[in-house]
């Protein structure tokens, strides 16, 4: 996945711990994106940035938020994990809104 | 409300037996389909960018059509290494750089 990197690859963390997911880019684009992917539902969009400092929220937000204070990194945080916030995390870049490259992905467990 | 389904939900082929993947969608306005192919462990992996009713795009062994209903996949005589999650997913004119995706077809081919 040349240009971006998702840190860390696997984690495990304890129900009600704030957990922070972090997607590095090299590529200088402008959209970047968390997206979740659980069986039978595919990929589910967290939140997305379409700039520095410019972010919203995608279909499933709730228990999630975001920072970018760089164009390279795009911070995802849990502010209180849950067991239903277990799940793959995977993050993209685009440079102009469409034609994804995604990262590797992050196995998040929660217990 | 804006839905993708994909069909079947897993697929297996012999070496050489070909056959089709389907991704039918629901929404507001169509501004572009996209197609992936996930590897186990992956994320997922760009194929391509369908925009208009008839279009037509090809990369080896895969085919991908457009109609103003759904999307085929084509795998013409497929081999053991095209097997994957094949994923698709729409861009809708009111919902610009983010996508939404089908759960996505997992297709083994055996040799």
């Known amino acids: 996945d040349a240009g971006i990197t998702q840190s860390p690859r696997h984690k495990v963390t304890e129900t009600g711990t704030p957990v922070t997911l972090r997607c590095h880019q090299t590529?200088?684009?402008?959209?970047m994106y968390w997206y979740r992917q659980d069986p039978g539902h595919g990929l589910r969009l967290i939140h997305y940035?379409?700039?520095?400092?410019?972010?919203d929220k995608g279909e499933v937000s709730d228990g999630y938020s975001v920072s970018r204070s760089k164009t390279e990194d795009f911070l995802l945080t849990l502010e209180s994990a849950t067991s239903s916030q277990t799940s793959v995390y995977f993050c993209?870049?685009?440079?102009?809104?469409?034609?994804?490259?995604f990262g590797s992905g992050t196995r998040l467990t929660v217990v | 409300e804006d839905q993708v389904t994909q069909s079947p939900e897993a697929l297996r082929l012999q070496e050489g037996e070909s056959s089709s993947l389907n991704c039918s969608y629901t929404?507001?306005?169509?501004?572009?389909l996209f197609w992936y192919r996930q590897d186990p462990g992956k994320g997922p992996e760009f194929l391509f960018t369908?925009?208009?009713a008839g279009e037509e795009k090809e990369k080896e062994r895969l085919k991908a059509t457009l109609t103003k209903k759904e999307s085929f996949l084509h795998i013409t005589a497929p081999k053991p290494e095209d097997s994957a999650t094949y994923l698709c997913?729409?861009?809708?004119?009111?919902?610009?750089?983010?996508?939404?995706f089908g759960a996505g077809t997992q297709v083994v081919v055996t040799p």
């Open positions: 993209a870049i685009s440079a102009k809104g469409y034609g994804y490259t």
């Open positions: 997913a729409v861009m809708t004119t009111d919902s610009w750089g983010k996508l939404q």
């Open positions: 940035s379409y700039g520095v400092k410019d972010t």
């Open positions: 369908l925009y208009s």
């Open positions: 929404v507001s306005g169509l501004r572009g």
């Open positions: 590529e200088n684009h402008r959209y």
